[in-house]
């Protein structure tokens, strides 16, 4: 009998495995020899079908947007041309993959949407298939397999540039939630021994941990014996939040310090209530200054 | 995810209760040398000696592994809590919070997993636990 | 089992200072002698010293609160006192927050917390 639970998802771009993403896309050696066979046909008509896509891009305003000048169409396109090549004829490497995933990494940070990416290769599919089929009208039964080789490493090509949209913007995230923590949260000394604490913005659980690490510093540095927690600057205060304020509180205590909460409203208050907090084990005051008040006499005995 | 083998790692045997202070010391001096802040140090000690302690408590003896790990370019701090004992028989209980036969509040599991970032447990009864837990750098 | 901590008595308090880390064993022992000298010294509070460590754990967690519960059940106050920034925040995520036990921040203000009855 094997129980696993809890289980954190081991992830599945840890070393990218090219034979196993092969086999999943259900490519071969015989695929890329197949779309080989499409190079000259496609080497023909490639650079109209990219004129034809940005004529049909550039007349959407929202899109002509990512382009700064002629200049910077002209490099994009080239790039575009090089991309196609390489999907009918490179070899499918870690330097391939790489390449994709650069490609993928710089549109989602110059904000070309997985719409505007999918799209732009469906028109070149669509426009391509339609000239192989055309071209080669006279042997349909050659000519689609080739094409389904040509999906088959374009769909691959697509996911790679997904996973790293997707990569790219936890990246993202995460930076954004490293700056947030590293906001100091000001500790500010009232008087000896009492602390004031104005807590403002969002408290994720990331900034949760930073406040209470700031705080119990705080509380060492200045041999505190009464915080206040003022959280009139909080911009929602749900269970998750109160439980971090709670934390925040029993952890100050644990240094043998009171702690009073104040500027909590009343949608605050029941978000408390409903984490098991009562009024009992929490010191709460309406406003600053009686939570100031508060603490002082907490203070004096 | 690839083992940092460069930045060292240990491996405790834990048959006594003093080899509890002795892994978890080992794994705050690792998460030091690799550059965890002072209050990851004391949460990375703090999830091995609950764990360890685990295995002192329900198996008698075991190992704990600290292994320095990379994920995507994330540096994390693997915990292995391994042993052959008598296994969790009710898993989901052992994870709830003050569910405990030894003397000790009964948050050891999931007192750790709080603390860690990612944590897996897998047993079997008759066979043992082992215990996998990360902390990532930065989070 | 060796005495790993000594127990100070100042006036009618008694102050057991941790110096190091303590193995399971050593603070039940401690645990023992504590009781034992509140009632040989009928002391009226007793200060347990945590400023050394850099870990409370769980099970040492327990074992100061039962420390405190039996030294309460012999007319007495036990206060905590010294629990560092970093051992404090580990405690609250690990879900100990040692409700029924006084704590302070130093030495200092624990005897006073004391003298304050």
Not at chain 1, 1 to 29: H, N, T, V
Not at chain 1, 257 to 267: C, P
Not at chain 2, 11 to 19: C, F, L, T, V
């Amino acid at each position: 009998m094997l129980e696993i639970i809890a289980s954190s998802a081991e992830d599945a771009r840890d070393g990218y495995d090219l034979q196993k993403a092969m086999k999943w896309f259900d490519l071969s050696p015989e695929d890329r020899d197949r779309t080989m066979q499409l190079g000259e046909i496609s080497e023909s008509v490639a650079e109209a079908i990219i004129e034809a896509f940005y004529e049909h891009l550039l007349s959407d305003p929202v899109a002509a947007q990512h382009f700064h000048g002629p200049d910077h169409v002209e490099k994009v396109k080239a790039g575009q041309l090089r991309y196609f090549r390489e999907l009918i004829s490179a070899e499918l490497d870690d330097d391939y993959i790489a390449d994709r995933r650069r490609i993928g990494g710089i549109h989602e940070r110059t904000g070309v949407t997985p719409t505007l990416y999918i799209g732009a290769y469906a028109f070149y599919l669509n426009r391509l298939a339609t000239i192989v089929l055309d071209r080669m009208k006279e042997e349909p039964d050659s000519a689609f397999p080739l094409l389904l080789s040509l999906f088959k490493f374009a769909h691959f090509d697509m996911a790679l540039a997904l996973e790293t949209y997707v990569d790219t913007r936890e990246e993202t995230i995460r930076d954004r939630e490293r700056e947030l923590s590293e906001l100091p949260t000001p500790v500010l000394q009232l008087r000896p021994g009492l602390l004031l604490i104005p807590v403002v913005g969002t408290l994720d659980s990331f900034r949760a941990r930073a406040l209470t690490v700031q705080l119990l510093e705080g509380i060492r540095a200045h041999r505190a014996r009464a915080v206040v927690l003022d959280i009139t600057g909080v911009a929602a205060v749900d269970s998750a939040v109160a439980n971090h304020l709670i934390q925040t509180m029993s952890a100050a205590r644990l240094m043998g310090v009171r702690s009073v909460l104040t500027g909590l409203s009343a949608e605050v208050a029941q978000s408390l209530v409903k984490v098991g907090v009562t009024a009992e084990k929490l010191q709460t005051a309406g406003d600053l200054e009686s939570g100031i008040e508060l603490a002082d006499r907490l203070m004096a005995g | 995810m690839q083992v940092e083998g460069a930045l060292g790692g240990d491996i405790q045997a834990i048959r006594r209760d003093a080899d509890v202070i002795s892994a978890r010391q080992s794994g705050r001096q690792i998460a030091e040398r690799m550059g965890y802040s002072r209050p990851d140090q004391a949460l990375i000690a703090t999830a091995i000696s609950e764990l360890a302690r685990n295995i002192v408590n329900y198996a008698g003896k075991g190992e704990i592994e600290i292994t320095p790990v990379r994920r995507r370019g994330r540096m994390g701090l693997r915990i292995i809590a391994r042993d052959h004992g008598p296994g969790i028989e009710d898993l989901e209980r052992a994870m709830a919070d003050g569910f405990s036969t030894g003397n000790s509040f009964g948050l050891g599991l999931p007192g750790a997993k709080r603390i860690m970032d990612d944590f897996d447990v897998v047993t079997a009864v008759g066979e043992g636990v082992v215990v996998t837990a990360i902390k990532w750098m930065g989070r | 089992m060796s005495s790993r901590v000594p127990i100070l008595r100042q006036g009618d308090v008694l102050i057991a200072s941790i110096q190091e880390e303590l193995s399971d064993g050593d603070i039940l022992d401690l645990q023992l002698r504590i009781l034992e000298e509140v009632i040989r010294c009928r002391a009226s509070g007793v200060i347990v010293d945590v400023s050394a460590l850099d870990v409370l754990d769980s099970f040492g967690s327990r074992s100061l609160s039962d420390m405190a519960q039996a030294v309460r059940l012999r007319g007495s106050r036990l206060v905590i006192v010294g629990i560092q920034p970093d051992v404090a925040y580990s405690m609250v995520l690990l879900g100990v927050t040692l409700p029924d036990v006084a704590t302070a921040l130093d030495l200092d203000r624990g005897l006073a917390l004391l003298e304050a009855g």
